[in-house]
């Protein structure tokens, strides 16, 4: 695979991710709903999302504008996607979204472990917010591998 066809793969994942992770953000409830109903039972897992959709259909019923946070949570995931056409068109003048990525990528862990902390999110599930930065900070450094070895070929 050629150094411009692996560039373009890891920027799409980065893409695709963002536009999927922003969708997510809008129908929060109807999600939340169907994972309570996956897990369940008695576990940790299932006792706190209970607990999460009890406050999503709260917060439907008594403040439903307090849902335009995630609405905007999804459009800065969406705009942040498109920032990623620069790499696509010319990945070797704009390196600097990647490493902006890979930067953000990195700033998830202590935001997610910090912020869910103080927010109250159990460990567990801040280990999964965690996740996105770790998984997502893979594409972005093989890209930049790619980037750097193409603009070295010159």
Known sequence: MSLESKIRLNLWVVIVGLLFSGTT???????VESLTYFFQGQSQ???WLASVRDALVEIDQRFPFLNY???WLAF????????FIGPLRDPVKNIW????????CALIVPYALTMGAIR???????????????????????????????????
């Open 25 to 31: 953000a809008i129908p929060l409830r109807r999600e």
């Open 45 to 47: 897992i299932s006792i």
């Open 69 to 71: 946070g995630t609405d």
């Open 76 to 83: 800065a995931h969406f705009v942040i996607a498109i920032a």
């Open 97 to 104: 979204v990647v490493e902006f990525g890979m930067i953000a």
């Open 120 to 154: 109250g999110i159990p460990f567990g599930w801040r280990l999964i917010d965690c996740s996105f930065g770790v998984i997502g900070i893979i594409p972005l450094w093989l890209c930049r591998c790619a980037i750097k070895d193409l603009s070295r070929r010159g």
